[in-house]
């Protein structure tokens, strides 16, 4: 029966431990940033700068060499 107390002493401890990392968390502004996160599939990304010919042909080569 005592282990129950010591089983429910600990859980609260725990409990209060991760109460206390969420509020330095928002405190520290982790959470600031709602909107963003949603939207961000929709932003396009940024185009990389085309290769030339000759490096085109080598990774080709590369790609189908066994």
Do not use: C, H
């Amino acid at each position: 029966m005592s282990i129950i107390f010591v089983l429910i002493g600990f859980s609260l401890f725990v409990a209060i431990i991760f109460l206390a990392v969420f509020f330095w968390n928002v405190k520290s502004g982790q959470y600031d940033d709602d909107y963003t996160p949603s939207v961000r599939m929709l932003f396009d990304d940024t185009p990389e700068k085309p290769e030339s010919k000759d490096e085109e042909e080598e990774k080709k080569k590369k790609q189908f060499k066994f």
